[in-house]
């Protein structure tokens, strides 16, 4: 099994989720003060909640789960969501809904930027906080708006999708990490109130494979990684993925840039690319890469495919 930059065997799953990271490289890491006051922040209104509501990146549900949110939620209901759905094939969203069916939970797929799948969230967060009003109406008190939070890693659209349940633009949405910077109450209808929180990250990211998913897809902020090391990683990850799953294929690459991507490395595809088409630039063709992929313009592709 590859190891991660520590020299430790920390992936879920040995096969389908294994990146092979030089040893000499840096590390990833990138916790901006932003997060963590918002961190603090956000423990402490907790214990105000009824539910929480957690959006992950479908491309990487795995990578994008906060170590410490069991601990955080406590007995707390959760819907869980798994945004970009529009970035992964049907047929990866099926086996990934099958898998966590088999650990005892479910999975919410949405498109926050086009709206899909939104009504069912806002109808699970509803129905999350309906046990908070019975034991208010057991005890004589009216009931009230359901609290939920909205709790995720950076730019995996947890205000996008917040502005899709609100119908209009209230809070601020980018695709690209660190936008929302400060925790705040929006009231969606008579029933539910949501809690906006910034991108909360590990303060160290000790799992240097799950580091490299956050940079292919945006999740975490540019300075933090080197550009043509991450295009590189993310030809060699995929190709690792089309040869153990015929749920991935990277034809499109190939034919987008007119160039095999059977032709060796990441790292070689690179060079090749750079030297043939965008004259020996090879950040410049990096950069393109990465933002191609992010863009969608090599189709529906998944980084992670659920563990055997």
Same mark, same amino acid.
């Given at each position: 099994?590859?190891?991660?930059?520590?020299?430790? /065997?920390?992936?879920?799953?040995?096969?389908?989720?294994?990146?092979?990271?030089?040893?000499?490289?840096?590390?990833?890491?990138?916790?901006?003060?932003?997060?963590?006051?918002?961190?603090?922040?956000?423990?402490?209104?907790?214990?105000?909640?009824?539910?929480?509501? /957690?959006?992950?990146?479908?491309?990487?549900?795995?990578?994008?789960?906060?170590?410490?949110?069991?601990?955080?939620?406590?007995?707390? /209901?959760?819907?869980?969501?798994?945004?970009?759905?529009?970035?992964?094939?049907?047929?990866?969203?099926?086996?990934?809904?099958?898998?966590?069916?088999?650990?005892?939970?479910?999975?919410?797929?949405?498109?926050?930027?086009?709206?899909?799948?939104?009504?069912?969230?806002?109808?699970?967060? /509803?129905?999350?906080?309906?046990?908070?009003?019975?034991?208010?109406?057991?005890?004589?008190m009216t009931p009230?708006?359901?609290?939920?939070?909205? #709790?995720?890693?950076?730019?995996?659209?947890?205000?996008?999708?917040?502005?899709?349940?609100?119908?209009?633009?209230?809070?601020?949405?980018?695709?690209?990490?660190?936008?929302?910077?400060?925790?705040?109450?929006?009231?969606?209808?008579?029933?539910?109130?949501?809690?906006?929180?910034?991108?909360?990250?590990?303060?160290?990211?000790?799992?240097?494979?799950?580091?490299?998913?956050?940079?292919?897809?945006?999740? #975490?902020?540019?300075?933090?990684?080197?550009?043509?090391?991450?295009?590189?990683?993310?030809?060699?990850?995929?190709?690792?993925?089309?040869?153990?799953?015929?749920?991935?294929?990277?034809?499109?690459?190939?034919?987008?840039?007119?160039?095999?991507?059977?032709?060796?490395?990441?790292e070689t595809y690179l060079y090749?690319?750079?030297?043939?088409?965008?004259?020996?630039?090879?950040?410049?063709?990096?950069?393109?890469?990465?933002?191609?992929?992010?863009?969608?313009?090599?189709?529906?592709?998944?980084?992670?495919?659920?563990? #055997?």
């Amino acid at each position: 099994m590859p190891l991660t930059a520590e020299g430790s /065997e920390s992936c879920l799953d040995r096969d389908l989720c294994s990146i092979v990271i030089p040893m000499s490289t840096p590390e990833i890491q990138w916790y901006p003060g932003h997060i963590a006051k918002a961190e603090r922040q956000l423990l402490e209104q907790l214990n105000r909640v009824d539910a929480v509501l /957690e959006v992950r990146d479908a491309r990487i549900p795995l990578a994008t789960r906060h170590p410490q949110i069991d601990r955080w939620i406590g007995a707390k /209901e959760r819907v869980l969501v798994l945004n970009r759905m529009d970035m992964i094939p049907p047929d990866v969203q099926t086996v990934w809904s099958q898998w966590f069916k088999a650990q005892g939970s479910s999975a919410l797929f949405t498109d926050a930027q086009h709206g899909k799948g939104v009504d069912m969230v806002c109808r699970a967060a /509803e129905m999350a906080g309906a046990a908070m009003n019975e034991r208010r109406q057991q005890r004589g008190m009216t009931p009230r708006a359901v609290r939920v939070v909205v #709790i995720g890693f950076p730019n995996v659209g947890k205000s996008a999708l917040i502005n899709r349940l609100l119908k209009r633009r209230v809070v601020e949405s980018a695709r690209r990490p660190g936008v929302t910077r400060q925790l705040r109450w929006v009231r969606v209808g008579a029933s539910l109130d949501l809690l906006d929180a910034p991108g909360i990250l590990p303060s160290k990211l000790m799992d240097q494979t799950a580091a490299l998913k956050l940079a292919f897809c945006d999740d #975490i902020g540019e300075a933090a990684y080197d550009h043509q090391r991450v295009a590189a990683a993310l030809l060699d990850h995929l190709k690792t993925l089309e040869s153990q799953s015929d749920l991935v294929s990277t034809q499109a690459i190939s034919d987008r840039y007119g160039l095999p991507l059977s032709i060796g490395t990441g790292e070689t595809y690179l060079y090749e690319l750079a030297l043939q088409q965008f004259q020996n630039d090879r950040e410049r063709v990096a950069q393109k890469l990465l933002n191609d992929f992010r863009k969608g313009l090599w189709g529906p592709l998944p980084l992670e495919l659920p563990p #055997i």
